[in-house]
């Protein structure tokens, strides 16, 4: 017992103060408009607990709120990025879908204006190495045959050189082995345009004493029964006559913005 009694010594003697305070403050109970010695004194030491009490939940509370606060507006940024990228998609699908509408009705208004059977096809390829050409999505079930002229809103585009099922490939103007001939618009001087490097073109066989100048709008001729007469090649960039030369070097850049043709019309007979 003794043994007992040192060991939870110090509990028993807490429990029972703990008890004495208790029945000594429910005594006074009944004065509840005046506070005792006793209760002043545990006022006053429980207001610093009291206050830090405080101070810890509205800390809590408020860290709390502005978590949810946070959530809150994280979820709103989401949906606002959201909305944002679905307006831009749609925006480039309308601006597309206009541009696209835009090339069309130059197609088909060149469509109408060249007298010959033709057929809109749309480019889904290119190919520059090592010839200049590009890919269509039309072939011999459409049509198409080799040989048959290609050309865009702004003019020449090439000619069909190989027809597979439903595509076919065609070679640019701006190739080494395309020859077509040629018309200054100005002065009639005639030549032959072929392609050279860097997306350019020559007008070759223009004699010295022809008269062709810088800013010179060369047509196709009508000769060679492949293009019909009057269309744009492309404009004469520079000329050089030489002193001993028979014929003149001259420059050519094409008509049409060839790395940018997303659209192209087939002619479907050549021209006689």
């Known amino acids: ?3 007992f009694n040192n060991k939870y ?3 028993i003697f807490a429990g029972v103060a703990l008890f004495a ?3 000594f403050y429910s005594l006074n109970l009944r004065e509840r408009n005046h506070a005792n010695v006793f209760e002043r004194g545990v006022l006053n030491l429980m207001a610093p607990v009291n206050r830090t009490a405080s101070r810890i939940n509205n800390f809590c509370f408020s860290l709390w709120t502005d978590y949810l606060y946070l959530v ?6 989401h949906q606002l990025l959201e909305v944002t990228k679905s307006q831009n998609t749609r925006l480039i699908e309308a601006q597309d879908a206009l541009l696209a509408n835009e090339r069309l009705k130059k197609i088909l208004e060149l469509k109408h204006a060249v007298d010959t059977p033709s057929l809109v096809a749309s480019v ?3 190919d520059h190495s090592p010839s200049f050409s590009i890919f269509i999505d039309r072939g011999e079930a459409d049509g198409l045959r080799e040989g048959m002229p290609v050309v865009a809103a702004g003019g020449v585009v090439g000619q069909v050189v190989k027809v597979a099922s439903n595509s076919a490939r065609v070679l640019l103007l701006t190739d080494s082995a395309s020859a077509i001939t040629g018309t200054v618009l100005r002065s009639r001087a005639r030549g032959v345009v072929k392609g050279k490097e860097a997306g350019l073109c020559s007008l070759e066989f223009a004699l010295r004493d ?13 000769m060679g029964g492949i293009f019909p007469k009057g269309l744009p090649i492309g404009e004469v960039t520079t000329v050089n006559k030489g002193e001993y030369r028979i014929f003149q070097t001259v420059d050519v850049r094409p008509a049409v913005n060839l790395p940018r043709l997303e659209e192209v019309l087939i002619l479907l007979k050549h021209h006689e």
Request: glycine share 10%; aromatic share 6%; net charge negative.
């Open 1 to 3: 017992m003794a043994e």
């Open 9 to 11: 010594r110090f509990y």
């Open 21 to 23: 305070v208790m029945i």
């Open 72 to 77: 809150e507006v994280r979820k709103e940024n």
């Open 124 to 126: 889904i390829g290119e």
């Open 210 to 222: 022809e008269d062709v100048n810088v800013g010179d709008i060369i047509v196709t001729s009508g």
